[in-house]
C-alpha cells in the first residue's frame, strides 16, 4: 500500500463517545498533520507532529487529542465532541522541513457527531 | 499572520474552454504559494507551487500560475479544461524561509466543467 492511508473512511459517534482516527504514511516521511475541513470554510491545521514530537497546536479544543507513536502514524483521539466538530478530517505527511515541502494527503475521515 | 482570498467560490466553464481560478493573498513577510486540487471523496494534491525564481509556475495536468507581487496575486490558469478538472481548488500560502509549518488555505473555488 503505498501514499497516505486514513481509517475508518467515515465515522459516527454519540457526544459522550470515545473514538480514533488513525493516519498512516508509507513514504518515508518525517512530518504529519491533522486537518479540519468543514462546508464553506478554510481547511483548518490543527496539529502537525515532525519526528513524533508536536510542533505546532492551533488552539485546538481539549477533546482533541493526537498521538504521534512514530513517524509512520498518527492518531486523532475523539471523546465529548460536540455536533459542531462534523467534518471532514484529513491527515497529511511531507518530508518535515516546513511547510514548502509539498505536503501529500490521505482521503479523509468523514466524522459526524450526533 | 497570513491570509488567502479566493474571490469565487464556484467557476463553471464549457469543456475546450480556458479557465482562470484567481487567488489573492495577504502578507507582511515574502511567502510561498501553492495551488491543491480535491478531486470527490479524495484528499488534496499539489498542483503546483511557487518558491522562487521564475514567476510563472507549471503544474501537472496542464495548469499553470503566475506569482505577481505588486498585485499578492496567484492566479490558476489552464488554456483548455477537460471533463476531468471538475474538482474543487485551494490556494494557500505560507512564510517563506522561516522553517514554519502553518500552511493558511483559501476558502476554495468549484470548478465545473460542463460537456
Known amino acids: 500500500e503505498t501514499g497516505v492511508t486514513q481509517t475508518p473512511r467515515h465515522l459516527v459517534m454519540g457526544m459522550t463517545n470515545k473514538k480514533s482516527l488513525k493516519c498512516e504514511q508509507h513514504l518515508g516521511h518525517n512530518a504529519m498533520y491533522w486537518y479540519k475541513q468543514s462546508a464553506k470554510k478554510p481547511l483548518e491545521l490543527m496539529f502537525v507532529?515532525?519526528?513524533?514530537?508536536?510542533?505546532e497546536n492551533n488552539s485546538v479544543p481539549s477533546r482533541f487529542s493526537p498521538e504521534c507513536p512514530n513517524s509512520s502514524h498518527l492518531f486523532l483521539h475523539l471523546h465529548t465532541l460536540q455536533p459542531e466538530d462534523s467534518a471532514l478530517y484529513l491527515c497529511?505527511?511531507?518530508?518535515?522541513?516546513?511547510?514548502?515541502?509539498?505536503?501529500?494527503f490521505g482521503p479523509g475521515t468523514r466524522l459526524l457527531v450526533l | 499572520a497570513q491570509s488567502v482570498t479566493q474571490l469565487d467560490s464556484q467557476v463553471p466553464v464549457f469543456e475546450e474552454a480556458p479557465v482562470e481560478l484567481r487567488c489573492n493573498y495577504s502578507?507582511?513577510?515574502?511567502?510561498?504559494l501553492f495551488w491543491y486540487v480535491q478531486y470527490p471523496n479524495q484528499g488534496l494534491q499539489l498542483l503546483l507551487k511557487?518558491?522562487?525564481?521564475?514567476?510563472l509556475v507549471k503544474g501537472i495536468n496542464g495548469f499553470e500560475a503566475e506569482f505577481n507581487k505588486s498585485q499578492t496575486s496567484f492566479h490558476l490558469r489552464k488554456p483548455s479544461v477537460h471533463i476531468s478538472d471538475t474538482a474543487e481548488y485551494f490556494c494557500?500560502?505560507?512564510?517563506?524561509?522561516?522553517?514554519?509549518?502553518?500552511?493558511?488555505f483559501g476558502k476554495g473555488t468549484k470548478l465545473s466543467v460542463i460537456p
Open positions: 511557487y518558491l522562487s525564481g521564475s514567476t
Open positions: 497529511a505527511s511531507s518530508s518535515g522541513q516546513g511547510a514548502q515541502e509539498t505536503q501529500y
Open positions: 507532529y515532525s519526528l513524533e514530537e508536536r510542533v
Open positions: 502578507s507582511s513577510v515574502s511567502v510561498y
Open positions: 494557500a500560502v505560507t512564510i517563506s524561509g522561516a522553517g514554519s509549518y502553518q500552511l493558511t
